[in-house]
């Protein structure tokens, strides 16, 4: 297809991608990455997949197999609209019916939301990306098949299978930021109900994205972790990080593991212990040298506070939520605190408030907050000095937009940062840009998807953050550091730090909030960042 | 035509009113859902609302009292709703057409509240509207009826225009457009009615000081476009009856998507109001056909999330 792919085009051209972006289309980035020709193109997909799978664009998230025969073909369109049925059922889906039906019935199509959204701006204005696209897909389906309304009223579709399959691949070229639904006039909220046909592929029809789902929360309630991690490799695991962290920091520390009665359950995204385990040591070292009362929990589950199903299916939502509350539960702890991990937070703290009851009910607190009040204890004193480096702060969605835990973050830069040194990104808080990483993406690298991710979703993110460090010599002598307080966005940082060669090339760097206050603790040995690249 | 005329504004009237209730009902009785907050939340107090912070931002905020501001919200909703700030912030072109466009419907709406008052007010208090009381109506009346229509008018054309390029060609049904010029052809009449036979809105201020008394007396006007505002009459009813028909009442539909989503942030505590609608929500039964599920309709949320997952 030449053309920009329009909402008729949705069901027709069949096998045919409806878009492909080339780095031309794109606007070229900031300094010193400016130069189109050495910009990577997405990399093509094997023929092989294109031949197995449903193509939308240029990649493949979901690895849907192409039907073989009618049958096939009709059981996805059925599938489909007997999930898309069950959605507008107020006991299959009590729990989003209202701002589902919202953002159904009273969308003024008036393109707002279009310039929020960072992969339609980045993909060069492609329509195939408008947030609007795939809501008034999904609206024209549910009108006409559904609800049995006339096109004239709602606009018209044809629905078969090819529909479906673009739509459920579709749903996953979002990052469920909310930002569209942010600076909607009205209220209607395209990520929810790219979100919400997530549900129909996962809950009715098994449609799902491997590493969310059989390797995400399928692993996690099986065996405790997404990482695979068991009880015992887990303690293992904080076993060394404790002694790798005294050796960096001079500072003897003990992770307390199953401390009954302990007044904070401290919850990390496993992720941190595998791959980042200066973050996890760096929470002990703060903890323990404020005297807090604290434990981690060897229970499955409650050693990994991720939880995918916020990102495609409320039952698997609804049962890792439960599992982590029940760890607290069990250990009769006074709150849990959640690591750094954006998603952790808002799944334990705000999705599961309409979840959790009784002695379920647990209080639970952002680290953000438990850190700031560290800092404001004075209990630990800081040396800013030691972080006498460019820093600039990156808000995950999660966190900030979307739970409104703003200022602490904040609040704990300015306390080991010095001022001169701390840049904000434009715009930042409430109003900042996704890493690229959300909604599962950071996660997501089958075939070429890693490749369309850093071109598509994390290409705006990297461009604040290059425009934050504009006034910096950009080479790696002058390092400078992305402050992510989550663990998905750095994942996303590192990915795409590493597919743009940005620390050699400009000397950027990334971590925690935790790793910037230890490396500033006046008891630690210096140097607890060690700039260098893994 | 002219008890025929007072019977369809009547009608108009009753079914615009039905019609919003119902679906202010309807929105009402939804089930409680997830929380899906989005923030700045207006109504956050102790200076947070200003920077988007929540009270999730206090120390142990489950011990403390929420602070919540009303004059917040209405600091935030008095622009939405008068001058639409969102869509001038986010997308200057189309407010260009839509504040016009919905300002001029406020003010037609506003003048309307003024004949409704004028009328109750000379049936309460006869001869006050022979006074400064009369003079001030009928001063207002035809000051925010004809800037009303004109802006309406403009607004609409220019969403009409806006509506037939692109991007928002694409999107566009065809009732969309039917819909806008409805308001065309009811505001030019109406408009062109007034200009014609009634330029100082006394007939139709007197039309409705009828409607308002029950007084289904004959307007004076006779001749040439006598007929007129009976027509334009019967065509404002008929839009009135037809907006909250359509997805035009989003108007209705705004106020939950801020209050009951955007800004429903009131969290579940222990022990508290919540927790029994939450028993019940999550003791009905689930049909989810997934093999992870197997929703077989009998099933419960409870039962699905408690469900033992471990190998």
């Known amino acids: ?534 | 035509m002219t008890i025929l005329t007072y019977m369809i504004a009547y009608c108009g009237i009753a079914i615009f009113l039905v019609a919003v209730l119902a679906r202010f009902l309807t929105w009402s009785k939804m089930p409680m859902h997830l929380r899906w907050e989005l923030y700045p939340v207006a109504h956050e107090g102790g200076g947070r609302a200003a920077y988007g912070g929540s009270y999730l931002e206090n120390s142990e905020w489950w011990t403390r009292d929420r602070e919540v501001s009303l004059i917040g919200e209405v600091k935030a909703m008095v622009p939405e709703i008068m001058f639409l700030v969102a869509l001038k912030e986010h997308n200057r072109k189309l407010w260009t057409r839509s504040f016009p466009f919905h300002f001029g419907l406020y003010l037609v709406a506003a003048c309307t509240i003024l004949m409704i008052a004028a009328g109750i007010l000379g049936a309460l208090v006869p001869g006050v509207m022979a006074g400064v009381v009369g003079g001030i109506f009928s001063f207002l009346i035809p000051v925010t009826g004809y800037a009303g229509l004109v802006l309406g008018l403009i607004g609409a054309f220019g969403l009409i225009q806006r509506r037939r390029t692109k991007p928002l060609r694409d999107y566009t049904a065809p009732m969309d457009v039917v819909n806008l010029v409805f308001f065309v052809l009811v505001f030019g009449f109406a408009l062109a009615t007034a200009l014609i036979v009634d330029r100082d809105f006394s007939i139709v201020s007197e039309f409705v000081a009828n409607l308002v008394t029950f007084n289904v007396a004959a307007l004076p006007v006779v001749g040439f476009g006598g007929s007129l505002p009976y027509i334009s009459a019967i065509l404002l009813a008929a839009l009135v009856a037809y907006i909250p028909l359509t997805h035009m009442s989003h108007f209705v539909g705004k106020y939950f998507a801020y209050h009951a989503i955007r800004w429903a942030d009131e969290p579940n505590l222990p022990g508290g109001k919540q927790e029994a609608v939450i028993h019940d929500l999550l003791n009905q039964p689930v049909s989810w056909s997934a093999p992870h599920i197997k929703g077989d309709g009998k099933k419960t949320w409870l039962d699905v999330a408690t469900e033992d997952q471990s190998k």
């Open chain 1, 1 to 534: 297809m030449k053309e920009p792919a329009s909402v008729k085009d949705f069901s027709k051209h069949a096998g045919q991608p409806l878009a492909h972006i080339e780095p031309a289309d794109q606007i070229p980035l900031p300094p010193p990455f400016d130069r189109i020709d050495e910009d990577p193109a997405i990399a093509p997909l094997t023929d092989e997949a294109r031949e197995k799978y449903f193509v939308l664009d240029d990649t493949i998230a979901v690895n849907l197999p192409k039907p073989q025969n009618k049958e096939e073909e009709e059981r996805l369109v059925q599938g489909f609209l007997s999930g898309l049925e069950k959605l507008f059922s107020k006991e299959d889906n009590w729990t989003f019916l209202q701002p589902l039906e919202m953002s159904m019935e009273h969308c003024a199509k008036c393109q707002t939301c279009s310039e929020a959204c960072h992969i339609y701006e980045e993909s060069g204005n492609n329509e195939l990306y408008r947030p609007i696209y795939r809501s008034e897909i999904l609206r024209r389906i549910y009108f006409k098949y559904i609800k049995k309304a006339s096109p004239l009223v709602h606009g018209d579709i044809d629905l078969n299978w090819e529909t479906v399959g673009r739509l459920i691949e579709l749903s996953y070229r979002c990052n469920l930021c909310r930002r569209c639904a942010q600076t909607c006039p009205i209220g209607v909220d395209n990520a929810l109900l790219s979100r919400e046909i997530r549900k129909i592929a996962s809950q009715e029809m098994g449609i799902t994205v491997r590493e969310l789902h059989k390797d995400g929360s399928v692993l996690q309630l099986e065996v405790g972790s997404s990482t695979g991690m068991t009880p015992m490799i887990v303690k293992d695991n904080i076993e060394f990080i404790d002694e790798d962290t005294a050796e960096r920091t001079g500072i003897e520390i003990e992770t307390p593991w199953d401390k009954q009665g302990a007044d904070i359950l401290l919850i990390h995204n496993a992720g941190e212990i595998m791959a980042w385990p200066e973050n996890p040591g760096a929470f002990a070292t703060i903890f323990e040298a404020a005297g807090l009362s604290w434990t981690m929990s060897s229970e499955a589950l409650a050693y990994d506070g991720i939880n995918y199903g916020v990102w495609y299916d409320d039952m698997q939502f609804a049962r890792v939520a439960v599992r982590h509350a029940q760890a607290a539960k069990n250990l009769g702890v006074k709150k849990i605190v959640l690591g750094e991990c954006g998603h952790a937070h808002k799944s334990l703290t705000v999705i599961a408030d309409k979840v959790l009851t009784g002695d379920l009910n647990i209080p639970r607190e952002s680290a953000m907050v438990t850190l700031r009040d560290i800092v404001r204890s004075g209990k630990i004193k800081f040396d800013k000095s030691r972080n006498d480096f460019p820093v600039t702060l990156h808000d995950p969605c999660n966190m900030v937009r979307l739970m409104g835990i703003v200022s602490p973050q904040r609040e704990i830069m300015e306390a080991v940062v010095p001022k001169e040194r701390f840049r904000e990104m434009a715009p930042h808080g409430v109003e900042n840009y996704c890493c690229g990483g959300g909604s599962g993406f950071a996660i997501m690298s089958g075939h070429n998807f890693a490749d369309w991710r850093h071109h598509m979703t994390g290409r705006r993110k990297f461009r604040q953050i290059l425009e934050a460090f504009a006034a910096e010599p950009m080479d790696i002598d002058h390092p400078k550091y992305v402050c992510a307080p989550c663990s998905n966005c750095k994942g996303q940082l590192r990915d795409i730090i590493t597919y743009y060669d940005a620390w050699e090339k400009a000397g950027i760097y990334y971590g925690g909030l935790v790793e910037l206050m230890v490396n500033a603790m006046v008891d630690t040995q210096p140097g607890f960042i060690d700039w260098e690249w893994h």
